[in-house]
């Protein structure tokens, strides 16, 4: 077969899940390359299949964004699929979840027009936009900086973004994030992200804010809310899964489903990306969905 993996510009050397899967994609026989979504110079219609890898920058042109996945789709089988790529890269899909009842961390959205006041009190909490990637535009606050989260909110608002606010979970200061990653639906690996966001600090302005990713089991409870959250999937679980989550004293909270451009971290689980290229040519295999 030939496969895009689809990447960015900005995100060629950025990506370190592109050389491993490269490496596993030509071991099977695919002639697989590393192509940029924002490169106008491409003819997608050659590949077989288009996959979504670091298009990182797409929170920057979401509209190009998903307008280029529809085309490709057009043109060759894209995965993960626009339509889902469409519900997933807007942080609102989150109430889906919990209206499906999937523990998703409380969530509090405003869009442009309400008052960027409009969250509840909070001791400590994050502001984020909702079509966001990489920490990008997102901050944590603690309650006596809350004039400060409100004008983020409102910039933010002003630009025309969506807004979303959760509380802050403390135990991830020690505890970390839980990423467990899915192929097919079926679990391939987990890891274990150290906290991110600084108390009171600035958010960063590069393509993503540095991570410290090291392998981890995942808890019975993280699998299974985990799966939880795959299922209530629209269409089903797709070709790749992230399912990201943080501790909380009522057990595993969803944080988010990343279904567009996560990263797969196959450094720290060997096999893992032949574990993805089976999947692969098992979906490549079947018919696409209509």
């Given at each position: ?91 609102r899909y989150l109430s889906d979840l919990a209206r499906k009842g999937v523990p998703v961390i409380r969530s509090h959205f405003l869009a442009p027009g309400d008052d960027p006041d409009g969250f509840p009190a909070l001791a400590e909490f ?165």
């Amino acid at each position: 077969m030939r496969i895009a993996l689809a990447t960015a510009i900005a995100a060629f050397a950025l990506d370190e899940d592109l050389p491993p899967l490269l490496e596993a994609l030509r071991a099977r026989g695919h002639a697989a390359e590393a192509v940029a979504w924002d490169d106008p110079t491409v003819s997608w219609a050659r590949f077989d299949l288009v996959l979504l890898r670091s298009t990182w920058n797409y929170t920057d042109r979401p509209v190009d964004f998903l307008a280029w996945c529809e085309s490709v789709a057009a043109r060759t089988r894209l995965s993960n699929p626009p339509e889902l790529v469409r519900w997933n890269t807007d942080k609102r899909y989150l109430s889906d979840l919990a209206r499906k009842g999937v523990p998703v961390i409380r969530s509090h959205f405003l869009a442009p027009g309400d008052d960027p006041d409009g969250f509840p009190a909070l001791a400590e909490f994050v502001v984020k936009p909702c079509i966001g990637a990489g920490s990008r535009d997102t901050r944590r606050y603690t309650a006596p900086n809350r004039a400060t989260a409100v004008a983020h909110a409102s910039r933010l608002l002003d630009a025309g973004r969506h807004v979303l606010v959760q509380p802050y979970l403390e135990a991830v200061d020690s505890a970390g994030e839980t990423a467990l990653l899915f192929f097919a639906g079926r679990y391939s690996h987990a890891i274990r992200k150290g906290p991110l966001l600084a108390r009171d600090g600035e958010a960063t302005r590069a393509l993503f804010a540095p991570e410290a990713i090291t392998a981890r089991e995942p808890s019975a409870d993280e699998i299974a809310v985990a799966q939880r959250a795959l299922a209530a999937i629209p269409g089903g679980a797709p070709l790749y899964a992230r399912v990201d989550l943080l501790p909380s004293p009522e057990g595993p909270q969803l944080l988010e489903l990343e279904l567009t451009e996560p990263s797969l971290f196959f450094v720290t689980s060997p096999g893992s990306a032949a574990r993805f290229v089976a999947a692969i040519e098992a979906a490549m295999a079947e018919p696409m969905r209509a």
